[in-house]
C-alpha cells in the first residue's frame, strides 16, 4: 500500500486503498496535476458499507429500512477511518490567495527537494496554471479540507460532487503530496 503524505506537513491525506482517476473538465480533457478518489458513507462503529434504504434500486437485498440509529462518516474525512479531515470554508478569493501561495511554497519545496529531479518540477511548474484555473472555477461546488494539523499552509484536499453522487470525491494536487510504501 501507498501512503500520501503532505509534502509540508508530514499529515497523511490519501492511500493508495482508494481507487485513484484522473480529474477531467466538462469537456473531458484531463487536468494535469491532480487526481482523484471517490468517497462513501460508512458505518461509524464498524468501517462497513452502509444499505441507504433504495431497495433492489442499487443492488440492495430486500426491502428492509436503514437502520436509523447508525452512525454515518465520511471514510476519507473520519478521523477513525479516513485522514483526519478538517472542513475549512473558503470564500473564491481565499481560493485564489491559498493557490497562489501554496503554488509558490511548493515549487521552491520541490526544487530544494534533492529527490525530486528538475524535469518534475518543471511539470509541476506547467500544471500550476492549468490546475487553479480548473479548481477556482469549481469553487461553488465544493468543499474545502485542511489536514489534521490544520496548518493553513500545508495540502488540501477538494470535495466535489459529481452528478448524482450523494458523497463528494475528493481533488488533490499530486506534486504536494511524498508516496511512501508501507
Known sequence: ?????CRFTGDEMM????A????????????????????QKINKDSGGSVDIGCG????????????????????????SFGFGLTDCPLQKKDLKDFLQTYCK?????LKDDESVPGPEVKKFAQSAGTFCKYL??????????????????????FALYVGENANPSFILIEAGLIETKV
Do not use: C, W
Open 1 to 5: 500500500m501507498i501512503i500520501y503524505t
Open 15 to 18: 492511500s493508495s486503498a482508494y
Open 20 to 39: 485513484q482517476r484522473p480529474v477531467t473538465n466538462d469537456d473531458g480533457d484531463v487536468i494535469p496535476g491532480l487526481f482523484m478518489v471517490d468517497s
Open 56 to 79: 433492489g434500486e442499487f443492488g440492495g437485498a430486500g426491502d428492509e429500512a436503514p437502520d436509523e440509529t447508525v452512525e454515518l462518516v465520511n471514510n476519507v474525512v473520519d478521523e
Open 105 to 109: 511554497n511548493l515549487r521552491q519545496k
Open 136 to 157: 477556482l472555477s469549481k469553487h461553488a461546488d465544493m468543499e474545502f479540507f485542511i489536514s489534521r494539523s490544520m496548518d493553513p499552509d500545508g495540502s488540501m484536499a
